[in-house]
């Protein structure tokens, strides 16, 4: 479990916690980044939005071009572990997303015909995104720390971080193909829901195999 994880997170100017993750005791640090420039290496993270964008916005490549001069990082935490950087975890509050899309920078990429739709598309989602209240966007672990509790150490801190903000009902979407992912947040709380909202359904379309809706209360 994890230990007085709210007070750490307001007391500390990046937003520190340290906890062992795994049987190792590997101590991990749990962060947001503030007060400074962020590191290359937090920057193509955070770049990088959740998976329906790469329809209208690109691989990862090119939406760390679009992105990375205009992340929000207060809407992201970040797992560091042993001096590596594991993971991170975005999300939504208050209306408000990690990236903003900036029209500019999508023609820059795209060109004037074809980045005005793509804009345009990118908005509408982040903007239904924004009115789902606070919402879980993307959570990542980097595939050799994966299955050593990091994600849950994460997972953990975000709940504890939102619950601090004085919010009571977080969301999230998982791929209803990826079994292991709905296991993971199923055992930490959350429950899967019907939702007919058209873009879920969009989602369940672009996906193939569909997303489910997960909430959970604080």
């Not at 994880?5 to 991990?28: F, H, I, K, N, W």
């Not at 208050?94 to 015909?113: N, T």
């Not at 009115?131 to 709940?159: D, K, T």
Request: charged letters at 25%.
């Amino acid at each position: 479990m994890m230990t007085d994880m709210s007070a750490a997170l307001s007391e500390l100017p990046e937003r520190v916690v340290m906890q062992p993750a795994d049987a190792l005791s590997t101590r991990v640090e749990v962060y947001q980044v503030r007060d400074r420039h962020p590191t290359i290496e937090e920057q193509q993270m955070a770049a990088v939005g959740p998976t329906v964008f790469r329809p209208l916005l690109g691989e990862a490549v090119t939406q760390r071009r679009i992105f990375a001069e205009t992340v929000d990082y207060s809407r992201i935490l970040f797992l560091r572990a042993d001096d590596s950087l594991v993971g991170h975890l975005q999300f939504y509050l208050d209306g408000k997303g990690p990236q903003r899309v900036i029209w500019s920078r999508v023609r820059r990429e795209f060109g004037c015909p074809h980045g005005a739709p793509r804009a345009l598309g990118a908005e509408a989602v982040m903007r239904w995104m924004a009115a789902q209240g606070p919402y879980i966007s993307r959570l990542i672990i980097r595939p050799e720390y994966r299955g050593r509790g990091f994600g849950s150490v994460l997972l953990e801190a975000a709940i504890d971080h939102l619950r601090e903000q004085g919010v009571r009902q977080v969301t999230l979407d998982a791929w209803a193909s990826e079994k292991h992912v709905q296991r993971f947040y199923r055992r930490h709380g959350f429950i899967a829901c019907e939702d007919p909202s058209p873009i879920r359904l969009l989602f369940n379309r672009v996906g193939g195999s569909g997303v489910t809706w997960y909430v959970k209360r604080l």
